[in-house]
């Protein structure tokens, strides 16, 4: 059937107008005793229904009727199209759509009631399935009841939530008009359901860390803080859960994971919400070129499940995961990248902070030559990472713990991996000498009274954990957000997630 909305909202007053006839209708059904039962049980799902009976020449209209199959089903009405003594409605639940047929003859006072109804109203029915003479599967009702009775107007269908921002700040209207942002969140949870059966295949065990740290650790980046009242004590909402998962591995747990939120006090655009999930896992006795290998099995793999396909298109551009990951030091992305930079330039302070001004790239005196070198990399090369490429060898002043190469000083055994231009996992060798660790977050701290309130804290347990002995560990991080974004071909993070971060409507929330 044809969908019409004639009471698609308008602006203004016009929007006020609906919304208070509707309210008059439902004081009408306060009156009558049957405003929102709750007494009707379905039976069957729109979707269902569609697939069993989705061959017309086996099921055809006089298959139906001999069947006699009795069906129950419920949904929000999606059109409505009333002609004299027979009407057609559409609903839609969960599974999809499935159009409705209503005689007056057969429904009596219920067809009268139902010619008041408005699209967006919850409604039940039970009765036949037959085949309208287009062959559409149809229900053909005995029994109607309104079970919820919808105020606001939905938007109309061929424009849906025009303003991008009332998509995210009314998800619920959003997903009832938007099968495009439904299948975006059912592929997300697919995604993640896949990835924690590749996980747990292959032996590693699924926990659960605090969200509320004592000390924020874990990761170079700005904590929100709180307060536990009955303690008097701040805490600070976790950035990472590293430092507690690396705990567990001391503790005998050799190949753990954690899918879950973290939180950062940074700001927000099309690549970085203040919540977000992230997937981290440590594994025993492997080193960050085995992390590397896990992550791009686990990469696509993941895409054939959930997708079918290792070809994607993100931002308008091919991406393919199917060819071996592409492995790039550092140093030598920058160097190709930016002819005029020499190999012994990459070790240079001076020379490095010369490149920083030349491109343009601002600086901060107390930045060493690791420092410069990463910001080169972020101006010059990391938009340009396409297709699935590691990038290796991350200098230690970046790299707070990570293991420091043995035939590289200055430089850890980590990697990220960049897709279409974005960070999309980070993992290295775990830096598990109690003695370097120590050291190392008392650079931290020293940053962070310069003024970097990025840099970590000193954890003084977690110095502990390491002198019990932890064993030679590999670890890995993912961005499920991002993760997603390639997959469904999403622009913005804010398309992925459910509920991103917006700033408060005006009194929004308050009485």
Same mark, same amino acid.
């Given at each position: ?83 004299? #003594? ?70 109309? #269908? ?28 059912? #592929? ?91 997937? !981290? ?14 992550? !791009? ?34 140093? !030598? ?179």
């Amino acid at each position: 059937m044809t969908d019409t909305n004639p009471h698609a909202p308008a602006a203004g007053d016009d929007e006020n107008r609906l919304i208070a006839e509707r309210r008059a209708k439902l004081s009408d059904l306060r009156g009558q005793g049957g405003a929102f039962p709750n007494d009707f049980r379905r039976a069957d799902l729109a979707g269902r229904l569609q697939a069993e009976f989705a061959d017309a020449d086996a099921w055809d209209g006089e298959a139906l009727e001999a069947d006699g199959r009795q069906v129950s089903v419920a949904g929000r009405m999606m059109a409505k199209r009333v002609m004299g #003594k027979a009407a057609f409605a559409q609903i839609q639940d969960s599974s999809g759509r499935i159009q409705l047929f209503l005689q007056r003859d057969a429904l009596g006072d219920a067809y009268q009631a139902f010619k008041g109804w408005d699209v967006g109203d919850i409604i039940g029915a039970e009765g036949t399935l037959m085949r309208t003479r287009t062959g559409e599967l149809s229900v053909k009702v005995s029994s109607l009841r309104l079970l919820s009775k919808s105020l606001r107007p939905l938007p109309d #269908k061929w424009h849906g939530l025009a303003d991008v921002e009332q998509r995210y700040r009314q998800r619920y209207v959003d997903l009832i008009v938007s099968p495009e942002s439904r299948e975006v969140f059912l #592929k997300r949870s697919r995604i993640i359901s896949a990835m924690r059966a590749w996980l747990d295949a292959r032996g590693f065990l699924e926990v659960e860390t605090p969200m509320m740290h004592y000390i924020a650790g874990g990761a170079t980046a700005r904590p929100f803080v709180t307060h536990h009242n009955a303690l008097d004590l701040d805490l600070y909402l976790r950035v990472a859960p590293e430092l507690y998962l690396k705990r567990l591995v001391v503790g005998g747990f050799e190949k753990v994971y954690e899918i879950n939120r973290n939180f950062r006090n940074e700001g927000v655009s099309t690549r970085h919400n203040p919540e977000f999930t992230m997937l !981290e896992l440590y594994e025993a006795y492997a080193t960050y070129e085995d992390i590397m290998d896990l992550t !791009e099995a686990m990469i696509r793999d993941l895409a054939t499940q959930t997708l079918g396909t290792t070809a994607l298109e993100w931002d308008d551009q091919a991406i393919d995961l199917g060819p071996r990951f592409r492995r790039w030091k550092m140093d !030598e992305a920058v160097r190709e990248l930016n002819p005029g930079i020499s190999e012994a330039d990459c070790r240079d302070r001076a020379a490095l902070a010369a490149h920083c001004e030349r491109l343009g790239v601002r600086i901060k005196p107390d930045w060493g030559w690791g420092k410069l070198l990463l910001e080169l990399f972020e101006a010059t090369v990391e938009e340009g990472l396409v297709q699935p490429t590691f990038i290796t060898h991350y200098p230690v002043e970046v790299s707070p713990l990570a293991r420091e190469s043995d035939v590289e000083p200055g430089i850890t055994d980590r990697f990220e991996l960049f897709i279409g231009g974005k960070e999309m996992a980070n993992g290295f060798s775990e830096l598990n000498d109690p003695e370097e660790q120590a050291a190392r977050f008392r650079a931290q701290v020293e940053a962070r009274e310069g003024g970097d309130d990025e840099a970590m804290h000193y954890d003084a347990d977690y110095i502990r954990a390491l002198e019990v002995g932890l064993p030679p560990t590999g670890g890995l991080g993912v961005g499920i957000d991002r993760l997603v974004m390639l997959f469904t071909g999403s622009a913005s993070i804010r398309d992925v997630l459910l509920f991103p971060y917006m700033r408060p409507e005006g009194g929004q929330g308050r009485d």
